[in-house]
């Protein structure tokens, strides 16, 4: 038998976890392993793993009650920004195998850093490039 998934073990009540906000198809807790204060996840109800396996209403419904967290966020700890961050997949360094939203509560000069981290990361592409991966993602 495998393990419960975690996440599955909170929405049913027998793991504990600090609620933030509900809807029929999502639920929000805040994260055990914050980067600032109010740092929240949004999983679907349903066991869904990665981004594929999701049904576009879970999808919705996950980045709508997100909206909902963010809104909070603001109101009660007075940031202004927050960045929403989903890693699916383990090649996309997902960590609990059940789909989570993490959102992160966002001061101006917090230190987070993410722009600076982009920065080292990204290339410059060119238009043909661009436009070939299109096509081929159009296909
Ligand atoms: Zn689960």
């Given at each position: 038998?495998?393990?419960?998934?975690?996440?599955?073990?909170?929405?049913?009540?027998?793991?504990?976890?600090?609620?933030?906000?509900?809807?029929?198809?999502?639920?929000?807790?805040?994260?055990?392993?914050?980067?600032r204060?109010?740092?929240?996840?949004?999983?679907?109800?349903?066991?869904?793993?990665?981004?594929?396996?999701?049904?576009?209403?879970?999808?919705?419904?996950?980045?709508?009650?997100?909206?909902?967290?963010?809104?909070?966020?603001?109101?009660?700890?007075?940031s202004?920004?927050?960045?929403?961050?989903?890693?699916?997949?383990?090649?996309?360094?997902?960590?609990?195998?059940?789909?989570?939203?993490?959102?992160?509560?966002r001061h101006d000069g917090d230190g987070i850093?993410?722009?600076?981290?982009?920065?080292?990361?990204?290339?410059?592409?060119?238009?043909?490039?661009?436009?070939?991966?299109?096509?081929?993602?159009?296909?």
């Amino acid at each position: 038998m495998s393990e419960p998934c975690i996440f599955c073990e909170i929405i049913a009540r027998r793991a504990t976890a600090s609620f933030v906000a509900e809807s029929d198809l999502a639920i929000a807790f805040l994260t055990i392993g914050p980067l600032r204060e109010g740092h929240a996840l949004v999983i679907p109800k349903r066991h869904v793993v990665e981004v594929p396996d999701a049904a576009a209403r879970e999808l919705g419904a996950v980045f709508a009650l997100g909206q909902e967290v963010a809104i909070r966020q603001r109101r009660t700890l007075g940031s202004h920004g927050e960045t929403l961050f989903l890693a699916s997949g383990a090649a996309g360094e997902q960590s609990v195998f059940h789909m989570h939203l993490h959102v992160v509560p966002r001061h101006d000069g917090d230190g987070i850093g993410l722009a600076a981290w982009w920065g080292t990361k990204m290339h410059r592409a060119e238009r043909a490039a661009l436009d070939a991966t299109a096509a081929r993602l159009r296909a």
